[in-house]
């Protein structure tokens, strides 16, 4: 992970250095969550105009903070939580040795997790000294295992990631602002609930507009809009993570499940494995 990765960074000590990466990275897969572990000397500098949303963890310090325009001064407490959503404008500074933990969240990722619960186009808010002792804790452990060089691999650090940005739509979202184009709650569960149903058949996006009672072009350009992924994307995600879900139960052949999924074969099936979760067949079913 790089800082630029994240959004139009600067990150500077008062000498002008950069600060010490102590950690960064991500694991195999597309969990959609980074971190980077930056340790100040003698105060910071952080100026940034975010693309991606970030969560960051700060030891003690006063801090100045100006966030969209607003000027804000506090002290932070150790391991205090700050949510700064993708699309802001943000600047930090502080005047003694800083520790961060940030963690970057892919915004399309973040979407996908809120449609999950039937939120679509839900936004995530900014916090500011706020006390989240499982979401810390989850962010931990994906510093340690970053740091220690992925030991527990990435099916670890996919589901950790998951969870982490589960708890982040669950808590610390709201819900779309009513506007034309909005899919709304119980669309989704329609939607969600026919592919369900469908998974072992071909589906189509005409078909799934009509659900919606809108054209192709409308469903396809709000959908991606709302949900974070495009129609064909959020398909094939159902039909992994159903996969996934038979694969572990252990009770049928890996051909059966890919078929009762709608992948073409066995093979299809193991490479999108590989490209979402990181790891291949047999290390999903072996888990840590």
């Known amino acids: 992970m790089k800082l630029s990765d994240v959004g139009d960074v600067s990150s500077m000590q008062p000498d002008g250095r950069p600060p010490t990466v102590v950690a960064d990275g991500t694991a195999r897969g597309e969990s ?13 500098y952080v100026k940034a105009d975010l693309r991606q ?4 963890f700060a030891s003690a310090a006063p801090i ?15 391991g205090d939580l700050s949510i ?7 600047a930090s500074e502080g005047d003694c040795d800083v520790r961060s933990l940030l963690i970057a969240i892919d915004t399309e990722r973040l979407a996908l ?6 939120t679509a186009g839900a936004q995530l808010t900014e916090r500011f000294n706020q006390r989240d002792e ?4 989850l962010g931990q452990l994906l510093v340690d295992e970053c740091a220690g060089g992925y030991p527990r691999g990435p099916l670890f650090w996919n589901e950790t990631a998951s969870r982490l940005i589960a708890r982040l739509a669950a808590n610390y979202t709201t819900g779309a602002k009513p506007e034309n184009g909005v899919l709304g709650s119980t669309t989704l569960r329609q939607l969600r609930d026919y592919l369900m149903a469908h998974l072992d058949e071909p589906i189509d996006v005409a078909t799934l507009a009509r659900i919606c009672g809108r054209s192709q072009f409308h ?22 993570r159903r996969a996934v879900e038979l694969v572990r139960d252990g009770k049928l052949p890996l051909a059966q499940i890919a078929a009762a999924t ?13 490209r979402v979760h990181g790891v291949s067949m047999t290390q999903l079913t072996n888990r840590h």
């Open 32 to 44: 959609g969550v980074a971190v980077m572990h930056l340790r100040y000397q003698g105060g910071c």
């Open 53 to 56: 949303h970030v969560v960051c």
């Open 84 to 90: 700064f959503p993708a699309g802001i404008d943000t």
């Open 64 to 78: 100045m903070r100006r966030v969209a325009g607003k000027t804000l001064r506090h002290l932070t407490v150790e």
């Open 113 to 118: 997790a809120s449609a999950e619960g039937s």
């Open 262 to 274: 709608g992948f073409a074969d066995q093979s299809h099936l193991s490479r999108w494995v590989k």
């Open 134 to 137: 499982s979401l810390k804790h």
């Open 219 to 240: 469903f396809s350009r709000i959908f991606r809009r709302e949900v974070g992924v495009s129609p064909y994307r959020y398909v094939v995600h159902l039909r992994l």
